[in-house]
Structure formats: C-alpha cells, structure tokens
C-alpha cells in the first residue's frame, strides 16, 4: 500500500501565478482534506472532499479551489498566488465517516517568490 | 470558535528522561483529541486518539488522558529515546465533524 502520495513535492512560483498540486489518497479511502502549513505553525484546514463534492470549507478565500475524481483522488488548485501563500501543502485521505484520524501525505513545499 | 493550545518548545531531554508535553483545548459540545507526530521531511501521522472524557489513547509507550474537567489531553511518555525527535501536534475534530484543528506543535529534541 502506497499510502497518501502527494505531487509535486517542491514547488517554485511567481506572485500572481496559479500553482495546482496532485494527491492520491490512501487505498480504501474516498475522503480527502486539504492543510496549509506555514513554517512553524500546525495545519490549518483548507477544505475536504467527498464523492467529489466540497463537503466543508476552512477560512481560506476563493482563490483556494479544488477537485475530487471518481477514483478519489484530489487537486488543489491556487489562483494569483501572493508570497503569504508559501507553505507545505499537506493532503490527508480517511474512510468516511472516521472522524479525524486522516492518513497524510509527505507534502507539496510551496515556495512563492 | 475551537482551538488547541500546546506548549511551546522546543522541549530538550536526555534518552530515558519523563516526557510531558501539555496540551488544552477549547471547543463546544465534546470534542475528539489526537497527537499526531511529524518526524523530519514527513508527513503527520496519529500517534494516538481519545473520543470521550476519562479515556486513555495509548501507542509506542506514549499515553494521553481525555479530561474533561481541565479540559486538557496532555501527551507523556516514561523513557524517551533519541528517535522520538519530532514535532507532536495536539488535534481535535469537533462534533458532526472530521476536520481536524491543531494546535501550533511542540518541537521534541531527545539526546543521547
């Protein structure tokens, strides 16, 4: 079992450009969650999706999108990206309806210059 | 709203010294509480969990009690060794949902 994997794994941008990062979730799952982890700081939620529908939604402007498949894997997709929007990227698969105990992938490091 | 407030660090001991990191936790109704821990260049993963008041979530020598009254989850661990360098996060998911609110971590450097 592959776990939850996770592409690009480093990422170099330019302010004002759109960035979209891959995450294939743990086998078994149909869940998935989005975190943004800026240097130092714990995860903060994005949002979460299921049977390819946003479920629920973080503090996080429109500019935050994303999209689940029918094979449940996931994009997250960033519009004009400005320097505030570096941070790991982390996704996170679970069973649905297991509350919080999310498998995470080893992240997308965002850098924004 | 919720949120998880931890101890900062970083917290240094020497291997086989007594761990406590101290977590506390604000949420409406009665909250599910994780530890999860980041080893370098990886992801997060659930050390251990606790869904209700006076249960105990245990893994790889680490312990938690779920008190409702202090509304604390502090994390110990008797022995700790050099691997357990990391980052531990206290965690909640609220009622009804399964997204999960950290707190800002706790760096753990262990000695030989």
């Known amino acids: 079992d592959a776990g939850v994997t996770q592409s690009p794994t480093h990422l170099i941008k330019t302010r004002g450009q759109q960035v979209t990062l891959r995450c294939s979730p743990k086998?078994?799952?149909?869940?998935v969650s989005w975190y943004q982890q800026a240097l130092g700081q714990g995860p903060q939620f994005i949002f979460q999706?299921?049977?390819?529908?946003?479920?629920q939604r973080g503090n996080f402007p429109d500019r935050f999108s994303g999209h689940q498949f029918p094979n449940y894997s996931s994009e997250l997709n960033v519009n004009a990206l400005l320097l505030g929007d570096s941070a790991l990227y982390l996704c996170a698969s679970s069973p649905s309806g297991v509350g919080g105990e999310a498998f995470f992938g080893q992240g997308t490091r965002l850098t924004v210059v | 709203g919720d949120s998880v407030t931890q101890m900062e660090g970083p917290v240094t001991l020497s291997e086989e010294a007594f761990l406590t990191i101290n977590c506390t936790y604000t949420a409406t109704g009665y909250p599910s509480l994780f530890w999860y821990v980041q080893y370098p260049g990886e992801g997060l993963q659930l050390l251990l969990k606790a869904t209700k008041a006076d249960d105990k979530g245990s893994n790889k020598g680490f312990e938690a009690t779920y008190r409702k009254e202090t509304t604390s989850f502090h994390l110990e661990k008797g022995s700790v060794q050099v691997s357990d360098s990391a980052v531990y996060f206290c965690a909640l998911t609220s009622r009804n949902t399964d997204k999960l609110i950290f707190g800002t971590g706790t760096r753990l450097q262990v000695f030989p």
């Open positions: 999706y299921y049977e390819e529908e946003e479920r």
């Open positions: 086998s078994g799952h149909d869940t």
